[in-house]
């Protein structure tokens, strides 16, 4: 571990010197090390992503069926089967190949320059060849091109925000180090895709490409990880109970055929077909693919980019959100709250780098004028630039500049040049600039509060200018230490008249600011609202304990607090029962993360994760859906994400949550359709064999209804508006069926409706067998029509919900004009069909309108069961 080893043994160990390595030996060890970028070791063509869309057991059942229909030479039904396969694949498939592009963002985190120093001299080479021994140099803006060890460090800040989750610069110095410190504390190590704040210093590096942190990341994310959604899991479990039921029954019949004799064995094979076709819902897998992406339009308009079509689906069932707290909580822009000066404390409102804010004293504004020395000596001793809102240097430095604007006072750097400056420094704390003011030369201070009080003598007091005294500095101390109880960044601020030569004794105090990143103000009312509908939210963060505490208590966000450190020494088999009492980790580094997502998950938790720097990129992967955010998120992060909030809102979390929620529940109602729509085709079918009726509809029929007459009903139902109270509900269990024991018998009872009236309509137009399977057919047809009325609301009247829905009444004129078309035009060779007369409507719409009476009555009953209850 290089940084608790003294440089000078860290240059020799490298084989490098404060002259750097030769251009030779630069060249031996990139041929060696590789270059310095991110390697993708895991590549998926895409003939491989095409073929995986093949993996469901529904599929399976209907690739059979094309091979039975190409062995009878029923070469019509084997082609729409095929094309239904074919179409669903490339849907699938689309989705998959966008998703597989996540290591590509961070191979831009390395496109970059870096300064080295090779055989003495100063070089400017591209980022990928740098190489462990380089020696790099840098300065505030500059990016870091690989991990190092600092050998030289003046007034150096990096931001490794990005890496650790820190909202605050890190400080740096060349001093070993103790053995055993997480990235967070390695101040004397500079890290890969960091930046640096301010100072300037120098580093040997020690490690480059895939073995930097970046690159452990990089790893860690190209280890296959399979995310299989709720619903994914539950239709896996019934096209596999779906599919052996269908071989069963297909074999049943099939063998009581045979035995009976009378026919021959394509007509068999045919019948098997049909009880095959009629088993499988075949729009089912494109009616759900079809649903899950119209409603990511739905919440893109919510600012909820959906990355993963099933993702959809997984919001609506998550059980835990595990949040980062910088820039996903809070507005990742440190900001100036209180002042304290000549005795009195004042608020200041507003939140980030915007200049509006009031200055209150006891609630009441007040006009800041009183407090002007102090905001212009925090605006004049100041390093950073502010572009907009755009931060060039330190974020702390950035709230004073802000600060300063909202009392009116602007810039005034250029109008009082720096003449001379006292860096910051780690171990000094403080720092001091000298400026030309009305031709005098001020001395402005700003560091640590006790270590600005040492170092001063005097006081502004009642507006003048006093010997400072013992309890000055108490009271100084006292208000200090409750801001700090506050979590909030304190520095204390001084002033002198210079003497040609800039120095930092004697100096006259002014005042106090102290700040924090600031929560979003509509974070408080998400996190209320993940609470109303059962959502466990957790903060996982790399800043300190204290701050965590804090951000937490403001937002409403309860539970018990432990740091990274803390959760090291939790032996694994106890991991699983703290993760279920903690809500707030502090301190933490990406492997925390991670075994956290992990222990929620092995509970059987459906997890969230939100984050917005590179460190959370492993835990957005492994948990059940990854939320990055757009704005601020890195790269890798929106990437790896499964959904991308595009204004930077946890709120917006919420509303996906609810969208999700209803786009489930209408899920729900279509496959409820579906599958006892097609129960009622199987019994129709098995039925009439079984009694030794002819088939009353062909395979090429049932396919008919099953995709447009079944398929544009049943998409219109994900049309459905959400229902108002679906945000009051705990999150459905993830092993939950989905078809429920109410549902079961819905379903039965729709199917023997079907299978009845359809078989009497059947038998009535016989012995004209092509005329009994078109009155069948159509039959059969407007059942259907009835069926996805009633399925719309298992609560309310089908004739008030089906207004409510003017897709469905599109789908179902649709489904009617349809069947018109393959009655009465050419198709009808195609399809078997003959024109039925008036008459013949008439009694098949009589027939279907028992459904519809079915449905009235057992809302009525419920209605009645549960007043009665």
């Keep these: ?11 020799k160990n490298l084989g490098s010197s404060a002259s750097g390595i030769s251009e030779d030996e630069a060249a031996s060890q990139l041929s060696r090390y590789g270059a310095n970028e991110i390697v993708e070791q895991q590549n998926f063509s895409l003939l491989f992503l095409f073929l995986r869309q093949f993996r469901s057991f529904i599929i399976y059942i209907l690739i059979g069926a094309v091979i039975i229909s190409l062995a009878a030479q029923e070469y019509t ?8 396969l074919v179409l669903n694949a490339l849907i699938g498939f689309v989705q998959e190949y966008r998703a597989e592009r996540a290591i ?29 021994g380089d020696i790099i140099i840098f300065e505030a803006g500059d990016k870091i091109p690989a991990d190092g060890r600092l050998i030289d460090a003046h007034a150096l800040e990096t931001n490794e925000g990005s890496l650790t989750g820190e909202s605050i610069p890190a400080e740096k110095s060349v001093a070993p180090l103790p053995e055993n410190l997480i990235v967070n504390d390695q101040h004397n190590m500079v890290f890969s895709s960091t930046t640096v704040a301010r100072g300037r210093g120098k580093a040997v590096v020690t490690a480059t490409g895939m073995q930097t942190e970046i690159g452990k990341i990089a790893a860690r994310l190209e280890e296959p990880v399979e995310k299989l959604t709720p619903l994914q899991l539950s239709l896996e479990q019934l096209g596999r109970k779906l599919g052996i039921a269908v071989m069963a029954i297909a074999a049943l019949v099939f063998i009581a055929g045979m035995l009976r004799g009378g026919v021959t064995l394509i007509d068999m094979l045919l019948a098997a077909i049909a009880l095959a076709v009629a088993a499988v819902p075949e729009g089912l897998p494109a009616v759900v693919t079809i649903t899950l992406a119209l409603g990511t339009r739905r919440m893109a308009r919510k600012h909820a980019l959906i990355r993963r079509l099933p993702s959809v689906e997984t919001l609506g069932s998550a059980t835990v959100i595990c949040t980062d707290k910088t820039g996903t909580l809070t507005r990742n822009e440190m900001t100036v709250q209180r002042l304290y000066m000549d005795g009195a404390v004042v608020d200041i409102t507003g939140t980030g780098y915007l200049p509006q804010g009031k200055f209150l004293v006891n609630r009441k504004p007040v006009n800041p004028a009183p407090y002007s020395l102090l905001l212009r000596i925090g605006m004049l001793c100041n390093a950073t630039t502010l572009r907009g809102t755009e931060v060039i240097g330190d974020p702390t430095e950035a709230a004073l500049l802000i600060s300063a604007a909202k009392a009116g006072i602007p810039d005034e750097r250029e109008q009082h040049p720096q003449t001379d400056e006292i860096m910051f420094d780690s171990e000094r704390k403080r720092m001091a600039t000298m400026h030309t003011v009305n031709g005098k030369q001020i001395v402005y201070a700003k560091g640590a509060p006790d270590v600005i009080l040492r170092l001063c003598t005097r006081i502004i007091k009642n507006g003048k200018v006093q010997r400072i005294t013992e309890a000055d500095q108490e009271k100084a101390l006292q208000i200090t230490e409750g801001f700090a109880a506050q979590a909030l960044r304190v520095l204390g601020f001084a002033y002198k008249e210079g003497q040609g030569k800039i120095s930092e004794d004697n100096l006259i105090f002014v005042g106090l600011q102290a700040m924090m990143d600031p929560a979003r103000e509509e974070v408080s009312e998400a996190i209320a609202k993940c609470r109303e509908a059962g959502i466990r939210v957790i903060m996982i963060t790399g800043d300190h304990k204290s701050t965590a505490l804090a951000v937490a208590r403001s937002i409403g966000l309860g539970g018990e607090a432990m740091t990274g450190e803390e959760l090291s020494a939790v032996p694994d088999e106890q991991l699983i029962d703290v993760v279920q009492k903690v809500n707030i980790f502090a301190r933490v580094n990406p492997e925390h993360k991670l075994s956290i997502v992990e222990a929620l998950r092995s509970r059987g938790e459906v997890v969230a994760m939100t984050g917005d720097g590179v460190n959370d990129a492993p835990a957005l992967q492994k948990s059940n859906i990854g939320i990055a955010m757009g704005i601020k998120g890195t790269d890798i992060t929106k990437e790896t994400a499964d959904m991308i909030l595009t204004d930077d809102n946890f709120a917006s979390i919420v509303h996906a949550i609810e969208e999700g929620r209803g786009i489930y529940a209408n899920i729900l109602k279509f496959i409820e359709y579906l599958l006892s729509s097609n129960l009622g085709e199987i019994l129709t079918i098995f039925i009439a064999i079984i009694i030794g009726l002819p088939l009353p509809l062909i395979a090429i029929q049932i396919l008919w209804i099953n995709l447009l007459t079944d398929g544009l009903p049943a998409l219109a139902l994900s049309m459905e508006p959400t229902e108002t109270q679906v945000m009051r509900q705990k999150p459905r269990k993830i ?4 078809i429920t024991r109410h549902a079961a018998f819905r379903m039965l009872m729709i199917s023997i409706l079907m299978a009845g009236g359809t078989l009497w309509v059947f038998i009535r137009f016989l012995p004209d067998l092509v005329l009994a399977q078109t009155a069948a057919f159509t039959t059969l047809m407007l059942f259907q029509v009835g069926n996805v009325l009633n399925t719309q609301s298992w609560h309310r009247s089908a004739f008030l919900t089906a207004w409510r829905n003017p897709w469905l009444l599109l789908a179902v004129a649709s489904s009617i004009l349809f069947q018109l078309i393959v009655l009465y035009s050419p198709l009808a060779a195609y399809f078997g069909t003959a024109p039925l007369h008036g008459g013949d409507w008439l009694l098949s719409i009589a027939v279907a309108g028992s459904i519809i009476a079915f449905g009235e009555i057992y809302k009525l009953a419920l209605h009645a069961s549960r007043r009665a209850a």
């Design 1 to 11: 571990m290089y940084f608790n080893q003294p440089a000078a043994e860290v240059l």
């Design 77 to 84: 039904d084997a082609a729409v089967i095929g094309v239904i």
């Design 104 to 132: 590509a963002s961070l191979k831009q985190l390395t496109s970059l320059h870096a300064k080295v120093i090779r055989g003495g001299a100063l070089r400017i080479i591209a980022a990928r060849e740098v190489v462990p």
């Design 735 to 738: 092993d939950e069926n989905i």
